[in-house]
């Protein structure tokens, strides 16, 4: 085999290994996306009702009647 072969070779290998290196990189990115998992529900909603003086009085009165139901 020729060095001009040898060459062609290589440059054809390293052509091929670019290629698959794009093609895993998207496929990352994809899966990455694929995986995030999002926040729960609970989490996007706590605090919301803070100094909320309508809860806080729904809260008491919960209080209240538990304590009376004893």
Known sequence: MTSQQLEERSQHLEARVAALEAE???LKQV?????????PWWLQIAGSFEHDPTFDAATSFGQDW???AD
């Open 24 to 26: 895993l990189a998207q």
């Open 31 to 39: 899966l990455s996306s694929l995986l995030q998992k999002p926040a």
């Open 66 to 68: 538990r304590k009376s």
